[in-house]
């Protein structure tokens, strides 16, 4: 018998029992089905971190703040008039004690790192379009001028510029007025703040770009020349200048420069020893990332353990087979067919329920997973927008497949080797 001739005859015999077969595919399918809908959830959560990673700028910068240290005295703290100030403002990045200009000196004069900038914090009231209208609250988002937004329309800010310029989220676009996003880039927004002698001031900036939200970029966010202008206003006259943060970019030892981990290592420690903390924006995500890794992994354990019984149900399943087709494989080893022939026949009988099983749970998912998708996108999601919770890589999807036809395979192996080892005269006796 040849290949193809064993391959037709493994798919037709598997379902000769079209019951017992049918079973044992759904039981495969449920563990198919949740194991591609947790390898998708993985894949749709990473994907959507590591653009949120990217839209924070290059691997060469360490964001510093002050380290969170705790008071090991038991009364109140004593004031210090040359120590750190507290804002009552904290985002995803910073903390609310802020960086002194001490602090800036001294991460700027540790080794390995070239040059530190540090961030002004702004408070603008509201925004409106130049034109009028109603006005509308806005938080500014701190590291846009070291980031990159992720945008629907327009460009990144230009922080060479002297011209004050402003990237909107997306859902002040309708509310401004503007018909899009498209129609928004180039048009005039004001922006109202109150200074430091609480006046009301207002700036004039050009919209150059509509961004989506963020893990990172909630709020607008406004290039150097803006910020500066705000942020100068707003400064207390006689009052020590204090930053929330600080962008550290560090030299590279490695090939052409680049910064290794050792240089980030290096930088870190120094900065520790100065009561400063220095993260990657990798290090922001961590935490996070495990925790979203345990869940799936959770998950996938579920979806292992159904595999595990579907197997058992696959070895029942060709167990039976061999015993009821006992005569029929002393005729076939009778009339010349070698054992590894047998042996093959029946291991990919099981490969046959395993594909099958796999193939239907796998698009079964796809098709149920997708229209999840699409409806957390617009309700529970919505403040996300670009995150797609399920992420179907066709890659991921062979993958899955092929595993559980290979369980299913192995799962076959040993009624097979019982098959091949069956004496063709004994067989032919068998009632």
Do not use: C
Not at 184 to 190: D, N, P, T
Not at 208 to 237: H, K, W, Y
């Amino acid at each position: 018998m040849k290949t193809a001739d064993i391959l037709r005859a493994a798919a037709r015999n598997s379902f000769r029992s079209k019951l017992r077969t049918t079973l044992t595919v759904l039981s495969l399918f449920v563990g198919a089905f949740a194991l591609t809908l947790t390898t998708a959830l993985g894949a749709g959560v990473s994907d959507y971190v590591q653009r949120q990673v990217a839209t924070l700028g290059a691997n060469d910068i360490l964001l510093v703040s002050p380290a969170a240290t705790t008071s090991t005295s038991d009364g109140p703290t004593e004031y210090d008039p040359d120590g750190r100030q507290q804002s009552g403002q904290a985002t995803p990045l910073t903390s609310g004690t802020l960086l002194n200009q001490a602090d800036v000196d001294t991460i700027d004069g540790i080794d390995g790192v070239r040059r530190v900038d540090a961030i002004d914090q702004i408070s603008v009231d509201w925004i409106e379009a130049s034109s009028g209208g109603a006005r509308y609250e806005v938080d500014i988002n701190p590291t846009s001028s070291i980031g990159q937004s992720d945008l629907v329309a327009g460009e990144q800010l230009d922080q060479d510029s002297s011209e004050a310029q402003i990237v909107l989220p997306e859902d002040y676009v309708s509310a401004l007025g503007f018909e899009d996003a498209d129609a928004a880039i180039g048009q005039k927004v004001s922006l109202g703040y109150t200074d430091a002698e609480q006046a009301q001031q207002q700036v004039e900036a050009t919209v150059v770009g509509v961004a989506r939200a963020s893990l990172f970029a909630a709020g607008a966010g406004t290039n150097s020349a803006l910020t500066a202008e705000v942020a100068d206003a707003q400064a207390v006259p006689g009052q020590p200048r204090a930053w929330p943060i600080a962008v550290a970019y560090l030299d590279g030892s490695g090939s052409g420069g680049a910064v290794t981990e050792d240089d980030i290592a290096a930088v870190k420690s120094d900065l520790q020893a100065d009561d400063l903390a220095g993260q990657t924006i990798e290090d922001q995500l961590g935490v996070v990332q495990t925790v979203i890794n345990g869940i799936i992994g959770v998950l996938s354990t579920f979806a292992v353990v159904a595999l595990l019984a579907a197997s058992f149900g696959i070895v029942n399943t060709l167990l039976m087979s061999v015993q009821e087709r006992t005569r029929e494989i002393g005729l076939m080893k009778a009339m010349g067919m070698s054992n590894g022939r047998v042996f093959a026949l029946f291991s990919l009988e099981a490969a046959v329920i395993g594909l099958l099983g796999a193939t239907i749970g796998a698009l079964a998912a796809i098709l149920v997973g997708s229209a999840i998708a699409n409806v957390a996108a617009d309700t529970l999601l919505a403040d996300l927008p670009g995150l797609r919770i399920l992420l179907f890589d066709p890659v991921n999807v062979i993958a899955v497949v092929g595993i559980i036809t290979v369980i299913a395979f192995l799962s076959g192996v040993l009624p097979a080797r019982r098959a091949a080892r069956q004496n063709p005269i004994e067989s032919l006796r068998y009632e």
